[in-house]
């Protein structure tokens, strides 16, 4: 079994930065892909960002502002949110998966509880 645990979210004006953190335990790390997915209030859960390996994958939205790296010694996945718009306000999850990566939500087995970050304008 996969156990991810989010942190890292908060309240930031317009232009600020935060980052993210994913701490798995349970599993062989390397050997997942971590991702990130997050949902605003009234809406769908959308794709954020992946990493499979030294692959990574954005969402229009995010590319340029957002970074996902990992540290796999320390079982963690980042998501570095810089430039942030009133628009990013929701609540992130991370996600894994044994196997590919992919933007669908469908595809990953294992979530985490969500952190909420919320853009001030």
């Known amino acids: 079994q996969v156990q991810l645990v989010e942190s890292g979210g908060g309240l930031v004006q317009a232009g600020g930065s935060l980052r993210l953190s994913c701490v798995a335990s349970?599993?062989?790390?390397?050997?997942?892909?971590m991702g990130w997915f997050r949902q605003a209030p009234g809406k769908e859960r959308e794709f954020v960002s992946y990493?499979?390996?030294?692959?990574?994958d954005y969402t229009d939205s995010v590319k340029g502002r957002f970074t996902i790296s990992t540290v796999n010694a320390k079982n963690t996945v980042y998501l570095q949110m810089n430039s942030l718009k009133p628009e990013d306000t929701a609540v992130y999850y991370c996600?894994?998966?044994?196997?590919?990566?992919?933007?669908?939500?469908?595809?990953?087995?294992?979530w985490g509880q969500g952190t909420q970050v919320t853009v001030s304008s």
């Open positions: 990493m499979s390996g030294p692959n990574t």
């Open positions: 349970g599993r062989t790390f390397s050997l997942w892909t």
């Open positions: 996600a894994a998966v044994r196997g590919s990566g992919s933007r669908w939500s469908t595809a990953y087995k294992y």
